[in-house]
């Protein structure tokens, strides 16, 4: 069971990678632009200029994907990062603080968790400047993630710290002088079996939020391509008569979430 | 006497997380970057003097200490503030929509409950996970509650309580077969089937009252997972709900209807999570 749960995993990150590296060659290559409209051939189906057909604006669809998959991933990992940190942090600080301190900071936590992450990426999204460009929006979205994803986490990490602050070792070590900076260098390698797994949790569930978020259009701003906005094309009835590759992105979403999920499963 | 203590502490810890909500969530949004930027700034046919005088008006009225006067006011007239967007009293926008959206909440809560519990009883009563079960539940979870919901809308086959209901179940049956996994593999209840004690008798005598403390947290999850689908699910099948509302306040920039929402979004969720925290006290007593 362990066996096939490590393999699939091992698989997994092999197909995630590959299509990374697709994304990033289909991306790059010459001429290639999410943003450039083909006037003359808006809603086309696949052709060997367009392969998977272009938008209602002309743009070519393929990129786009590739683009928004790219860019999904790479804000997801980064706002992951962003999130574990923030949350080995506070879960560390509070388990090594006085029990005051402590119970402060899991009340802060207690507060983040008692709202539903949608509603405050909503309030914080919609406060945004009506002038903002894309790239900031994308920036802010992301950043708006990792701030709201850290109490479930530190909540773990602060279990953990706290278990490893009663730990023989470390009261050896708190005896003989070890200070601040030294608990912590041995303190994380200890916190990395919790922090791991917890940066692989947060990545598909930063991908969704992101998705769902511009769905409504609360996203990542045009022309900048997002799942979210891509999502939207769903709602063209006229678009989905004239051609089926308007599917290709929820499609590669769901396989890119799936293979997310594979990767993050508990081996 | 000490589970009415501990009972009053955990009262009095939800109050200070609902004010200490409604204090940052006023604070996130006050100092939001466009926080003060409005709408007709932007519309050409306004002259240059009229938008400096928007902006100096937005940021008069924009000071934090003011806000929090404005919406605790509101809150102690019991009429919640008065909403930026349509100028009425927040709580008549928000009590029909109330109904609306505790009922769509609770029957795909009950349904999703319903599916997952047979799915996992079912499913953890083999040896190993079956992709029967397993691969259903991971597709459901990889897809976004709006595209899910938006494929509904396309192919006229559901509505908003099955896209919650499938959601849900998928969540829940995640949590349920793999508690149900290790309970079925209790030393006590291997003995129990070698004696021949019936399954039926085995899942209501032991296996449930043994994983009810989990039941309960799995019923926070539920309600949290369900609130957060709320706003995709109303927007996209057009609900009149609490999750369209905020939706539409978020856009408009309706700070008192947003607050307000957020504040009941708080309030249900500490309450469910005390519920299930204090399990062992409320059987106590």
């Known amino acids: 069971m362990r066996f096939r749960a490590a393999r699939s995993k091992v698989v997994a990150s092999w197909l995630l990678a590959g299509l990374v590296l697709i994304a990033i060659a289909i991306v790059e290559a010459p001429s290639s632009s999410y943003s450039h409209q ?20 002309g743009r070519d669809r393929m990129v786009r994907v590739s683009a928004a998959f790219l860019l999904s991933l790479g804000g997801a990992i980064v706002a992951s990062a962003l999130t574990t940190a923030a949350a080995a942090a506070v879960g560390t600080l509070a388990a090594f603080s006085p029990a005051g301190v402590a119970g402060l900071a899991m009340l802060v936590c207690d507060v983040f968790l008692a709202l539903p992450w949608l509603f405050l990426l909503m309030m914080v ?5 009506l002038t903002t460009s894309p790239a900031h929006s994308a920036e802010v979205t992301f950043l708006v993630l990792a701030a709201l994803g850290w109490p479930a986490c530190a909540r773990a ?12 070792w470390m009261l050896q070590a708190r ?8 608990i912590v260098r041995h303190l994380l390698p200890n916190l990395m079996p919790l922090l791991a797994p917890q940066f692989l949790v947060c990545i598909p569930a930063f991908v969704i939020a992101e998705a769902n978020l511009g769905a409504l259009g609360l996203g990542i701003g045009e022309p900048l391509p997002s799942w979210g906005g891509m999502l939207l094309e769903l709602d063209n009835s006229a678009m989905l008569m004239r051609t089926a590759w308007v599917y290709l992105p929820i499609g590669l979403l769901v396989l890119i979430l799936l293979l997310l999920e594979a990767i993050a499963v508990e081996v | 006497m000490k589970f009415a203590a501990g009972l009053l502490k955990r009262l009095g810890r939800t109050l200070a997380i609902v004010l200490l909500v409604v204090f940052g969530s006023t604070v996130l949004v006050r100092f939001a970057p466009g926080y003060l930027s409005d709408a007709r700034e932007m519309d050409p046919r306004y002259a240059g003097a009229a938008r400096v005088e928007l902006a100096a008006e937005a940021g008069r009225s924009g000071s934090l200490g003011q806000m929090l006067a404005t919406e605790i006011g509101g809150w102690t007239q019991g009429n919640l503030g008065i909403s930026r967007q349509y100028e009425v009293p927040v709580l008549e926008l928000i009590l029909p929509r109330l109904a609306v959206t505790g009922s769509l909440m609770l029957r795909a809560i009950v349904m ?7 799915a996992s009883l079912l499913s953890s009563a083999s040896r190993n996970p079956s992709l029967l079960w397993q691969a259903p539940a991971a597709l459901l979870l990889a897809v976004p509650t709006a595209a899910m919901a938006t494929v509904c809308l396309l192919v006229d086959g559901g509505g908003p309580v099955l896209v919650m209901t499938l959601l849900l ?37 032991h296996i449930l009252p043994n994983i009810a403390p989990q039941l309960l947290a799995l019923a926070t999850l ?38 307000a929402i957020t504040m009941i979004m708080a309030i249900a969720v500490t309450l469910a999570g005390m519920a299930s925290d204090r399990e062992d006290q409320w059987r106590a007593a």
């Open chain 1, 38 to 57: 083909d006037r003359d051939l808006p809603l086309a189906g696949a052709s060997r200029l367009h392969p998977a057909g272009t938008d209602a604006l």
């Open chain 1, 125 to 129: 999204r919609s406060a945004l400047p």
């Open chain 1, 157 to 168: 990490v602060y279990r953990g710290a706290q278990g490893l602050r009663g730990s023989e």
């Open chain 1, 175 to 182: 005896a003989e002088g070890l200070r601040g900076r030294q």
């Open chain 2, 112 to 118: 999703a409950w319903t599916l997952a519990l047979c």
């Open chain 2, 169 to 205: 179940a998928a969540r829940d049956f995640k949590f349920l077969d793999r508690t149900l996994r290790k309970a079925w593999r209790d030393e006590h209840l291997l003995q129990a089937r070698a004696q021949g004690v019936t399954t039926l008798r085995l899942v209501r005598a």
């Open chain 2, 222 to 259: 539920s309600i949290v997972t369900a609130l957060s689908a709320l706003v995709p699910v109303e927007v996209i099948f057009s609900v009149p709900g609490l999750g369209q509302l905020a939706w539409s306040a978020a856009m408009n920039r309706d700070l008192p209807v947003l607050l």
